[in-house]
T-cell receptor, first 113, second 115 residues
C-alpha cells in the first residue's frame, strides 16, 4: 500500500518568511495529492491540492509542487502570518476511484512575530 | 461543498461499553471513510464504508471492534465496541466529493475519552 513520509515534523519561522514542507510517496500510481491544515481542536481543512498531470499549483500565498519522477511533493507558504500556525498534513491517493487517502505524519508550523 | 454533520462531538465513556458515532452528509456520496486521530498524531484510516455491502477495513482494524453501517448514500455510523482507554482518540468521518470539487472533506470529529 501507499506510504507517505513528511518532513519536518516541526517548523518555526518568523512572520513574513517562507515555509516549505516536503512529502514523499511510495506508490507511483497515486495521482492526487492534497494538503490539509488542522488548527487545534478543529477538523482538517483542505487548503490546496494537485493532480499528477500538473507540476505546480498556486493559490495566493500557498503553492504546491509535484515531482512525479522523484515521487515527492512540497507545500510552499510565502509571507507567513501568525494565523498560518497549525499542523499541516500531506496526503496521497489514486483519485477517480473513490480511493482512500494516506496521510503523512504532519508538520507543526509555528509562525512567530 | 457538502455539509457533514457528525455526532456526538465528544463523549466520556466507561471502559467496556460501546459508543456509536453518526455521520450525516447533505448530499449523496459514493464513499464514506472513517479515520482515527490519536492525540498529537496523524490520521489513520479505519475503514471505508460501502453502501450496500460490508465495510472494507484497514490492517489492524476489525469489524468486531469497529462495526460500521452504511444504510444509504448520505449516512454512516461507526461503533467503537468494548472500549478501553487506548481507544481514546478523535474519530472523523470523511467523504470524497469528486474531482474538481472539495476533494475529501471531513466531519467535525468526535472526541472520545474512555475512563
Amino acid at each position: 500500500g501507499e506510504n507517505v513520509e513528511q518532513h519536518p515534523s516541526t517548523l518555526s519561522v518568523q512572520e513574513g518568511d517562507s515555509a516549505v514542507i516536503k512529502c514523499t510517496y511510495s506508490d507511483s500510481a497515486s495521482n492526487y495529492f492534497p494538503w490539509y491544515k488542522q488548527e487545534l481542536g478543529k477538523r482538517p481543512q483542505l487548503i490546496i491540492d494537485i493532480r499528477s498531470n500538473v507540476g505546480e499549483k498556486k493559490d495566493q500565498r500557498i503553492a504546491v509542487t509535484l515531482n512525479k519522477t522523484a515521487k515527492h511533493f512540497s507545500l510552499h507558504i510565502t509571507e507567513t502570518q501568525p494565523e498560518d500556525s497549525a499542523v499541516y498534513f500531506c496526503a496521497a491517493s489514486l483519485a477517480g476511484t473513490a480511493s482512500k487517502l494516506t496521510f503523512g505524519t504532519g508538520t507543526r508550523l509555528q509562525v512567530t512575530l | 461543498s457538502a455539509v457533514i454533520s457528525q455526532k456526538p462531538s465528544r463523549d466520556i465513556c466507561q471502559r467496556g461499553t460501546s459508543l456509536t458515532i453518526q455521520c450525516q452528509v447533505d448530499s449523496q456520496v459514493t464513499m464514506m471513510f472513517w479515520y482515527r486521530q490519536q492525540p498529537g498524531q496523524s490520521l489513520t484510516l479505519i475503514a471505508t464504508a460501502n453502501q450496500g455491502s460490508e465495510a472494507t477495513y484497514e490492517s489492524g482494524f476489525v469489524i468486531d471492534k469497529f462495526p460500521i453501517s452504511r444504510p444509504n448514500l448520505t449516512f454512516s455510523t461507526l461503533t467503537v465496541s468494548n472500549m478501553s482507554p487506548e481507544d481514546s482518540s478523535i474519530y472523523l468521518c470523511s467523504v470524497e466529493l469528486g474531482q474538481g470539487a472539495d476533494g475529501y472533506t471531513f466531519g467535525s470529529g468526535t472526541r472520545l475519552t474512555v475512563v
